[in-house]
């Protein structure tokens, strides 16, 4: 599994460094803004219990 050494996030991208056995790999995910959408409440909600259970990190005391 790759670990990633570093990140930069832009409005437009992230670019990603990642290594695994001593090889390095630059990941670079443009941003498709015709795939923004608002959403609700409750699927913001459902959508951050998603990414807890797939491991990823939700920001806890941001409120709106």
């Given at each position: 599994m790759s670990k990633v050494v570093a990140r930069l996030i832009t409005d437009?991208?992230?670019h990603q460094l990642e290594v695994e056995d001593g090889r390095y790999t630059l990941r670079l995910y443009v941003r498709e803004r015709n795939a923004d959408r608002e959403i609700t409440a409750?699927?913001?909600g459902e959508w951050c219990d998603?990414?807890?259970a797939c491991g990823g990190h939700v920001r806890r005391?941001?409120?709106v």
């Open positions: 437009s991208a992230v409750e699927q913001a998603t990414v807890r005391g941001i409120h």
